[in-house]
């Protein structure tokens, strides 16, 4: 069962920033926060992770709560390929556990 | 770098063949992969996952006769859907597993998907 919960459906203007949150108010020490999306049709592409510290990357940046309970995935500057569904997930760092998907977020980039 | 290819990308077969989709790691080896199917609207749902050189785990409802993976090599994974129904049309996904340098770096390349339609 996916250990989180986010919001259904998100837009977002072209060229603004996108902020997607996540709820993971049972996440345990050792889990980390992954991001993924997947655009129609396609493979999921993983975006980015971590674990307490905020996270930047050439994608987005990912803004984890002090009490890690909570998470947001940030595109700075979403454009209309950013269109797609945004998956949350906790797991643990290392081993074999495999990514469990929830329903995820599907965000809508609008012109 | 992190690609992870699938062949065929999309197969149409008849009610009772079997299909093989191929799941590859271009740059990278990998000891462990997985297989999702994911059908219309819905989310990926883990199918199993593959070791290499030994037998694969499946989840919970997920027939090991029917779905076989071979796991030969570092760099490719193999699903094959027996005596494939209608109810078998899918899309499936496949990933790779890299093991990184520490806690945190073992993340999860996705391929581009095989769309299966079984008539």
Known sequence: DAKTTQP????????????LPCNHS???????????RQIHSQGPQYIIHGLKNNETNEMASLIITEDRKS??????HATLRDTAVYYCIVRVGLGNTPLVFGKGTRLSVIA | GAVVSQHPSWVICKSGTSVKIECRSLDFQATTM?????????SLMLMA??????????????????????????????????????????FYICSARIAG???GTDTQYFGPGTRLTVL
């Open chain 2, 49 to 90: 996952t593959s070791n290499e050189g030994s037998k694969a785990t499946y989840e919970q409802g997920v027939e090991k006769d029917k779905f076989l993976i071979n796991h030969a090599s570092l760099t490719l994974s193999t699903l094959t859907v027996t005596s494939a129904h209608p109810e078998d049309s899918s």
């Open chain 2, 101 to 103: 340098g520490g806690i």
């Open chain 2, 34 to 42: 997985f297989w999702y199917r994911q059908f219309p609207k819905q």
């Open chain 1, 26 to 36: 049972t996440i345990s020490g050792n889990e980390y926060v992954y991001w993924y």
């Open chain 1, 71 to 76: 998470s947001t995935l940030i595109l700075p």
């Open chain 1, 8 to 19: 259904t459906s998100m837009d977002c203007a072209e060229g603004r920033a996108a902020n």
